[in-house]
């Protein structure tokens, strides 16, 4: 019986999470994975966009975590037009990306243009 053997096995965010960006390879292709679409689809249901945008370290470095961060704006730029909180985040994001020298960074997360 599927339905007692899932029950109570939830994924934790930060795996879900890890998960997601490790679902893109090193050029930023997102492999066959629906994961990342579904998670920011509905993560409302859990926690606020806010909140997720500081869930993982997005800028503490250049890694492959910036991948997840593009996918989200290009997948779903109205969350970027309309969450005043994510909107300051993503710009306090874009001004760590531009002390560290990540010019690749800085300028996807340009979102003035939405």
């Known amino acids: 019986n599927m339905g007692t053997s899932t029950l109570g096995k939830a994924a934790s965010l930060d795996a879900l999470l890890n998960e997601c960006i490790h679902a893109f390879d090193d050029n930023g292709q997102l492999q066959a994975n629906l994961l990342p679409r579904n998670l920011l689809m509905m993560h409302r249901w859990y926690v606020t966009s806010s909140e997720l945008s500081l869930t993982y370290p ?3 470095d250049c890694s492959s975590c910036h991948h997840l961060y593009r996918y989200w704006i290009v997948t779903f730029p109205a969350e970027f037009n309309l969450d005043l ?5 993503t710009e306090e ?3 760590v990306a531009a002390q560290l ?9 340009d979102i003035s243009t939405m």
């Open 58 to 60: 997005t800028y503490r």
């Open 85 to 89: 909180g994510l909107i300051q985040i």
């Open 93 to 95: 994001f874009r001004d």
């Open 101 to 109: 020298g990540c010019e690749e960074h800085f300028k996807f997360l």
